[in-house]
């Protein structure tokens, strides 16, 4: 990998991580997956497994360590790891075939709903839930994959305009 490409996807984490620190709980506690929005903009930007993996792998790490969910540690690693090669996986064949913003928006919906049910699964088999599963998917999953869709199809345009700006054509 190129040392650009990692420090602009590292660069992308971080952000995720600190804005999913300071945004206030928007619904039941729970806040929209910033981390997230930012893993789906690597995955749309970058065609190579190898950094897809390793940015839901680092994710996976940071979304463990700053969690407030109890127990959602182990969860947490594992659902961006699932939801990574999901998404790389779906998206391969649709990468230059449908148009950017429709691809944006379906990862993002797609992705989030992938992630947030997959995480309470986990948390269901681990620790388990404090109520239905199938509420929270409806109250908490639903609402994020609105909120994830919006922020990434906004922050992926803006991105995209940088690097283009920037004179960047490869990350």
């Known amino acids: 990998m190129k040392l650009k490409k990692i420090i602009i996807n590292s660069l992308f984490l971080a952000i995720g991580t600190v ?6 709980p928007v619904f039941f506690g729970m806040k929209p997956g910033t981390g997230l929005v930012m893993l789906f903009i690597i995955i749309l930007l970058n065609d190579d ?10 994710l996976g790490i940071l979304s463990a360590g700053t969690t407030t969910f109890p127990g959602g540690q182990l969860p947490n690693f594992i659902d961006k790891i699932i939801t990574t090669n999901i998404l790389f996986i779906l998206l391969k064949p649709l990468r230059n075939r449908l148009n950017s913003q429709v691809t944006t928006i379906l990862t993002s919906a797609l992705g989030t709903a992938i992630s947030g049910t997959t995480f309470l699964f986990l948390v269901l088999i681990t620790v ?6 199938n ?6 999953v639903l609402p994020a994959c609105i909120i994830n869709t919006v922020l990434t199809s906004i922050l992926y345009n803006a991105i995209n305009a940088a690097l283009k700006r920037a004179a960047i054509k490869e990350i």
Do not use: E, S
Not at 19 to 24: D, E, L, S, T
Not at 128 to 133: E, F, H, M, N, S
Not at 135 to 140: D, E, G, I, K
């Open 19 to 24: 804005i999913a620190q300071v945004i206030p």
């Open 135 to 140: 509420l929270l998917l409806f109250t908490v």
């Open 49 to 58: 497994y190898k950094t897809c993996i390793t940015a839901g792998i680092v």
């Open 128 to 133: 388990g839930l404090p109520t239905k599963l």
